[in-house]
Nanobody, 127 residues
Framework: VQLVESGGGSVQAGGSLRLSCAIS????????LAWFRQPPGKEREGVAA??????????YYDNSVKGRFTISRDAAKNTVILQMNSLKPEDSATYYC????????????????????WGQGTQVTVS
């Protein structure tokens, strides 16, 4: 499984960015996909996650981004999207997409241990 993020950049507070994560090595299986972020000098934290089964309706957000970020999946392109609106300076971080075993997460949906495969990260800077 390989994950490749794109779409990061610099934006002013209140602006929007759209991150994409292209997934290879997975097709029609059901599994969790998640976006994490790591601000400079801080630990990596989960911001959004979704389960590809059940029509993709099982979606979860960290409280810090709820109402501003939207995770979605383009199954035809095998891509997961993170639409980020109303960005704040505290959203500045390196953003990573991740996935783990087939089925549900081995630990919590925002537990790093649940995710085996990671992208290289894309930088988001909000000023």
């Amino acid at each position: 499984v390989q994950l490749v993020e794109s779409g990061g950049g610099s934006v002013q507070a209140g602006g929007s960015l759209r991150l994409s994560c292209a997934i290879s090595g997975r097709s029609n299986e059901n599994y969790f996909l998640a976006w994490f972020r790591q601000p400079p000098g801080k630990e990596r934290e989960g911001v959004a996650a979704m389960y590809t089964g059940f029509g993709g309706g099982n979606i979860y957000y960290d409280n810090s981004v709820k109402g501003r970020f939207t995770i979605s999946r383009d199954a035809a392109k095998n891509t997961v999207i993170l639409q980020m609106n109303s960005l704040k300076p505290e959203d500045s971080a390196t953003y990573y997409c991740a996935t783990g075993r087939l089925g549900g997460p081995a630990y919590g949906r925002f537990d790093l241990r649940s995710y085996t495969f990671w992208g290289q990260g894309t930088q988001v800077t909000v000023s």
